[in-house]
Nanobody, 124 residues
Framework: QVQLVESGGGSVQAGGSPRLSCSAS????????MGWFRQVPGKEREGVAA???????SYAASVKGRFTVSKDFAKGTLDLQMNLLKPEDTAMYYCAADPGCPIATMSPDTDFTYWGQGTQVTVS
């Protein structure tokens, strides 16, 4: 079993640079692939960034160049450095993990096995 706990959200001014962190417990084999997703009420979930066990990175076009995902395999953490935030980045951000990256890793209906409770980011 894998448990994921997100932190670092809050209210941020446009242009700000908060850092989200996801702390993962459980077997590293069960969380080899990890990612960040976000969702606004009434809208479809959006894949933000993902990192595979071989270090391969994926980013949504809307955040590429502004957000950076990083994973510390030893500590079991997944961070998302968010720069140049925009009001449209406002959402609940979720951490996800899986033994292997799903075929549709970043799609709205991706089937990551484990999910955190989420952390709200509000940009004004």
């Amino acid at each position: 079993q894998v448990q994921l706990v997100e932190s670092g959200g809050g209210s941020v001014q446009a242009g700000g640079s908060p850092r989200l962190s996801c702390s993962a417990s459980g077997s590293p084999d069960r969380r080899a692939c990890m990612g960040w997703f976000r969702q606004v009420p009434g809208k479809e979930r959006e894949g933000v960034a993902a990192i595979d066990d071989d270090g391969s990175l994926s980013y949504a076009a809307s955040v590429k160049g502004r957000f950076t995902v990083s994973k510390d395999f030893a500590k079991g953490t997944l961070d998302l450095q968010m720069n140049l935030l925009k009001p449209e980045d406002t959402a609940m951000y979720y951490c996800a993990a899986d033994p292997g990256c799903p075929i549709a890793t970043m799609s709205p209906d991706t089937d990551f096995t484990y999910w955190g409770q989420g952390t709200q980011v509000t940009v004004s």
